[in-house]
């Protein structure tokens, strides 16, 4: 059965850091392609940042370019987003998932269907 759990949401102020961890079990993880989502109220979900199964490779959206990085520590089956410089419209909740290695694309992060193993998501809320 694959698991997937979000950790270290909460609350943030506007231009601070936060860091946030997923661990993965059930799965080989480092053949999977993982990525980090947010739902803001009322929006759909969108997609934040993607990374391929060695980490060697990283895709971001335009909003958090160069403010949030991911990481993944395959040893660890774990996957980390930093982020810094944070603002309120960053505020929202977060999930990560996991897709097959070949669901990859090194041009934009999409939560499509090849995504099937998500966690329940922790909340980021950055105040003003």
């Known amino acids: 059965q694959v698991q997937v759990m979000e950790s270290g949401g909460g609350l943030g102020q506007a231009g601070g850091s936060l860091r946030l961890s997923c661990t993965v079990s059930g799965l080989k993880f480092d053949e999977y392609t993982m990525g980090w989502f947010r739902q803001a109220p009322g929006k759909q979900r969108e997609g934040v940042s993607c990374i391929n199964w060695s980490g060697s490779s990283s895709v971001y959206a335009d909003s958090v370019k160069g403010r949030f990085t991911i990481s993944r520590d395959n040893a660890a089956n774990t996957l980390f987003l930093q982020m810094n410089s944070l603002k309120p419209e960053d505020t929202g909740i977060y999930y990560c998932?996991?897709?097959?290695?070949?669901?990859?694309?090194?041009?934009?992060?999409?939560?499509?269907?090849?995504?099937?193993?998500w966690g329940q998501g922790t909340q980021v809320t950055v105040s003003s």
């Open positions: 998932a996991a897709a097959l290695r070949s669901y990859y694309n090194q041009y934009y992060c999409v939560p499509g269907p090849g995504f099937r193993n």
